[in-house]
């Protein structure tokens, strides 16, 4: 193994992308491996584009499991864990119900605060440079209930506690910052430091920019390692190629687990499933980017298009797409935007993909033990796009020898 065999990033997502592009610009050689040369598994393509300062409580918080638990008597609703015999899920989930509590949102939240913010500066460097649109508008956080709107000025008062820029609105104000749609709310808070983008164009640009700076894409699946001495010297794709390699960066988002057993590492991971569809000729365009609080759907502006998105179904590695669950988000988006029809939706290619759930919310990044050159990068549930950039740029640190974060240390469960 020479010093110039490639750094292999595993993984075409936004993380795998982020840490090519990071890795590669610092000089290293790099190739990507990509099994899904479709883009229909990955989570990164077709989802919201949202860049999100203002999500610094991690996913594992106080009141989720109640509301979930509420939620899994109706199947419509945003948020349904499917039951089945496995004995990874139920660890999951009593790891996810330790983590559920106001202690682990104190210990988190600067951590996850600061990630975004320099995570959202790297996007506008990253815009200039390789030439994708960043739409910097903020993003509003809309409520139909008072209930709901009483719940979000909580989380307002704690985003300004710790720097992060939130307004309460009324529905004056709401109209005021997005005045070409009408919208049925009781109010909501904005974020005006978050940001909206094209996913797929930000994609596109990543593999544009990889491709200038030397890097290499290979289609295919990793499905062995070759060891030495506790270094992997070689990866052996489904197709029999062998790739000599300095660095291994595992980036395989809700598949990530399948590829560190081959180290001997259980990584406790969920595949959070989330639908979108796009409207091509949408009835009114929203300028801002919203998150509607009742219904758990995210809503953006994409160019002339509008995506919508939302649940979240925790469901292994299960693809499929529930007419239920799909039905529930496009009525949730009518109550809120009351000039669109559900009919509006009607033949649209509906979208699914997974997101990479770890048990506390807060992502695996870092080296796993016994592997000298082994670096793990997922587990970002859905702040996969907007940390992707810090992301990248930290497993570029970690390949040339800095140390990671014991919080986010991919072997902290164990």
């Given at each position: 193994m020479s010093q110039r065999d490639p750094h292999l990033v595993i993984g075409g997502g936004?993380?795998?992308?982020?840490?090519?592009?990071?890795?590669?610009?610092?000089?290293?050689?790099?190739?990507?491996?990509?099994?899904?040369?479709?883009?229909?598994?990955?989570c990164s393509d077709k989802n919201a584009g949202m860049v999100v300062p203002s999500h610094f409580i991690p996913l594992a918080a106080p009141g989720v499991v109640t509301q979930g638990l509420k939620w899994m008597l109706?199947?419509?609703?945003?948020?349904?864990?499917?039951?089945r015999l496995d004995p990874k899920l139920w660890a999951w989930c009593w790891q996810f119900l330790r983590h559920s509590?106001?202690?682990?949102?104190?210990?988190?939240?600067?951590l996850l605060r600061d990630l975004s913010f320099e995570s959202r500066g790297l996007f506008e460097q990253l815009s200039a440079d390789l030439g994708f649109s960043l739409v910097k508008r903020g993003l509003l956080m809309l409520c139909r209930s008072e209930e709901g709107l009483r719940d979000e000025a909580e989380v307002a008062a704690m985003a300004n506690e710790i720097g992060v820029d939130a307004e309460i609105c009324g529905p004056e104000r709401i109209a005021e910052l997005d005045p070409q749609v009408e919208m049925d709310v009781k109010g909501g808070i904005w974020f005006s430091q978050d940001c909206h983008l094209d996913s797929e164009q930000f994609l596109s640009a990543l593999r544009r920019g990889i491709a200038e700076a030397g890097g290499e894409f290979i289609d295919g699946e990793v499905v062995d390692f070759r060891l030495d001495e506790g270094k992997v010297t070689q990866a052996i794709t489904g197709k029999g190629e062998e790739i000599n390699v300095s660095k291994v960066i595992?980036?395989?988002?809700?598949?990530?687990?399948?590829?560190?057993?081959?180290?001997?590492?259980?990584?406790?991971?969920q595949g959070g499933k989330g639908y979108s569809l796009t409207l091509s000729k949408p009835a009114e365009m929203p300028q801002l980017c919203s998150l509607l609080k009742e219904g758990r759907v995210a809503v953006t502006p994409m160019g002339k298009t509008l995506r919508v998105a939302g649940t979240m179904?925790?469901?292994?590695?299960?693809?499929?797409?529930?007419?239920?669950?799909?039905?529930?988000?496009?009525?949730?988006?009518?109550?809120?935007f009351p000039a669109f029809q559900k009919t509006d939706f009607s033949g649209l290619d509906v979208w699914s993909g997974l997101r990479p759930c770890t048990p506390d919310g807060?992502?695996?990044?870092?080296?796993?033990?016994?592997?000298?050159?082994?670096?793990v990068a997922t587990?970002?549930?859905m702040l996969g796009l907007s940390l992707g950039p810090v992301t990248g740029k930290w497993m570029a640190s970690l390949a040339g020898g800095e140390s990671g974060d014991s919080r986010l240390d991919p072997m902290r469960f164990g």
């Open positions: 936004v993380i795998g992308l982020c840490s090519a592009y990071f890795l590669a610009k610092a000089g290293h050689q790099v190739v990507l491996v990509d099994r899904d040369t479709s883009r229909r598994e990955s109706n199947r419509r609703s945003p948020f349904y864990l499917r039951p509590n106001r202690q682990h949102v104190e210990n988190s939240r600067e595992v980036a395989g988002g809700a598949w990530s687990p399948e590829l560190v057993r081959y180290f001997g590492i259980s990584l406790p991971m179904e925790i469901c292994g590695n299960d693809l499929s797409i529930d007419p239920v669950r799909l039905e529930g988000i496009v009525d949730s988006f009518c109550r809120f807060l992502p695996y990044v870092g080296p796993i033990d016994g592997f000298a050159n082994v670096l587990g970002h549930s």
